[in-house]
């Protein structure tokens, strides 16, 4: 029995035992938001054992995300219905060496949800399709509106046969989380290679911990608020008084 | 520069805050007027969450109050006991109002409520206000002199029980008017972000029948209690009060002041409070057609286990 075992250890280990068929890396697996952030990007690199198409896919952290509609009610747009659905991530980017089309096939695709057309957006068991579809579609329009997710597809570019590269921007909003930076190696319609960085992003400095503060101490943060904003008042009326 | 607030979480322009800080800051300095009114809706069209707005704005009118208040204090202008009065009012109110607030925001309503309240307010206030400085402007090149505010009219407020004596504003009336007013203008610092002066100043004249040297005062000295009940509470329950966002504003705010009190005392008071009423038209109609033409995407993100924004 131990034999067998491990005997099938070897199995699941000998491709990677023979030659890995893709490493990558990131410039950077922090981005800290500090006061003066402004957006930033990361340099995704790698290389690939011999022929193959690279995909990438940037995911934020998954949470429930409620999407509302307005509709009209006495002369005013106000929101009117909602649906939750679970799944989407906060942030999503993919990027590819060829168009998709060319060599990821839609098993592929719907496995790996590559493009926003496959994430796996989970809605409520009981709601119409129709409806389901509108809201989906609502939640795309919106997060891409707001740069967090990309229906366009980001270029990897290769230098030379094996080396590959990708930046990924990360604009000034980007939700804070941990990312997961997903690199696949694609060759004749199968993923033969697959690695998965960790990343993550954080609030740091004079702002991350006003932030903390105001949530972890909130009652005492709001005393020290007021506090703050009566000294700053008086103060600035002492200056102006002379 | 990008500055990154940290609790309303956006990156925003340190000059465009400033610049907004001072131009309000100016126009309160000009007019008299608190600003809270103008600053919320011009936060909300900069793209500061609502509620953030709201918050971080109630902040900065105890800042930009407090002066003020002092200043009237040292000159024996503030009715402590009116101001009490009014203040017990204002306090249920605007806990009451950071209550609503919760609610409506977790119902995806609170945009919209800010929006309507606003647009009735500005509405109401800004065609007052211009009534009055056309009719004003008449009288000045007809000649005639405005009539004085009659004090002492029997109103129907004066019939309620629970009569109080207020000798500093030499009144004997029912407690309930005042308690009343602050109550309505608590709830307003609480939902929209305002001290309220321009509501409860012309209350206190018109409704109470004070007089109008302590008026200012008072009401000062209630909105600074109030809008730090409102900061207290926006921070504690809802986490919607940005310090550095508050502050920046602050700055601005008390620099443009000193230059608008210059200004006005240059410039003819009528012509200013029809121009001030224009202002205030103009943000309630900006405010109203967003509400009423159709949005260019009628699908929108809600939030989900994360308070405040």
Same mark, same amino acid.
């Given at each position: ?14 491709? +990677? ?45 998954? #949470?429930? +995300? #409620?999407? &509302?509609?307005?509709? &009209?009610?006495?002369?005013? *747009?106000?929101? &009117? ?15 590819? #060496? ?56 980001? &270029?990897? #570019? ?38 998965? +960085? ?18 972890? *101490? ?15 008042? *008086? ?8 | ?168 504003? @030499? ?122 033409? @159709? ?15």
């Amino acid at each position: 029995m131990r034999a067998f075992l491990a005997l099938l250890a070897l199995l699941a280990f000998m491709p +990677t035992a023979k030659a890995q068929p893709l490493v990558a890396d990131l410039s950077s697996h922090l981005i800290a938001i500090t006061t003066g952030f402004a957006g930033t990007e990361l340099l995704l690199f790698g290389a690939t054992e011999g022929e193959g198409d690279v995909v990438v896919i940037v995911r934020g952290p998954d #949470s429930e +995300t #409620s999407v &509302r509609r307005k509709a &009209r009610v006495a002369g005013l *747009w106000i929101n &009117r219905d909602e649906m939750r659905f679970a799944g989407a991530p906060a942030f999503y980017r993919v990027a590819a #060496s060829k168009p998709l089309a060319e060599f990821v096939p839609p098993a592929l695709r719907q496995r790996y949800q590559i493009g926003t057309e496959y994430l796996r957006l989970q809605a409520p068991a009981d709601a119409n399709p129709d409806e389901v579809a509108a809201f989906r579609a609502g939640l795309l329009r919106n997060k891409e509106a707001q740069a967090l997710y990309d229906a366009e597809i980001g &270029r990897v #570019s290769f230098l030379g046969p094996r080396l590959f590269r990708t930046r990924i921007v990360f604009p000034a909003n980007v939700p804070t989380g941990a990312y997961s930076v997903e690199v696949l190696l694609v060759r004749g319609g199968q993923v033969i290679g697959a690695q998965t +960085t960790p990343m993550f992003v954080n609030k740091v400095g004079v702002g991350a911990d006003i932030y903390d503060f105001a949530h972890d *101490w909130a009652a005492i943060y709001g005393l020290l608020a007021v506090l703050i904003a009566v000294f700053a008042g *008086w103060a600035a009326g002492a200056i102006f008084r002379k | 520069m990008l500055i990154y607030l940290p609790l309303a979480e956006v990156s925003v322009d340190v000059f465009l805050l400033l610049l907004l800080g001072g131009g309000v800051g100016f126009l309160s300095g000009l007019f008299g007027v608190g600003g809270g009114f103008l600053m919320t809706p011009l936060l909300i069209f900069v793209g500061i969450p609502p509620a953030v707005a709201v918050g971080s704005e109630a902040a900065q009118i105890v800042a930009a109050s407090v002066s003020g208040v002092l200043a009237h204090m040292r000159r024996g202008n503030v009715d402590f006991r009116m101001g009490g009065v009014l203040l017990a009012g204002g306090l249920v109110g605007s806990t009451l109002g950071v209550q609503i607030f919760k609610v409506l925001q977790g119902l995806g309503q609170i945009d919209l409520f800010v929006s309507l309240a606003f647009v009735a307010v500005l509405g109401a206030i800004g065609l007052l206000m211009l009534v009055e400085s056309a009719r004003a402007l008449r009288r000045r090149s007809s000649g005639r002199r405005a009539a004085p505010v009659k004090r002492h009219q029997h109103l129907w407020i004066h019939g309620l029980p629970l009569k109080m004596r207020f000798p500093h504003s @030499m009144l004997y009336i029912s407690a309930i008017a005042p308690f009343a007013i602050g109550l309505g203008v608590g709830m307003l610092a609480a939902l929209m972000g305002v001290g309220g002066g321009f509501i409860m100043v012309p209350a206190m004249i018109y409704l109470l029948g004070m007089p109008t040297s302590v008026v200012v005062g008072t009401s000062l000295f209630q909105i600074v209690f109030v809008t730090a009940n409102v900061t207290f509470l926006q921070a504690w329950q809802n986490q919607t009060v940005d310090i550095v966002l508050a502050l920046l504003l602050l700055v601005g705010g008390v620099v443009g002041a000193q230059f608008g009190v210059r200004a006005g005392a240059k410039l003819r008071g009528e012509q200013l409070r029809g121009l001030l009423a224009l202002m205030v038209l103009a943000v309630a109609g900006k405010l109203l057609v967003d509400l009423v033409s @159709m949005p260019d995407d009628l699908y929108s993100l809600g939030t989900l286990g994360k308070a405040g924004v």
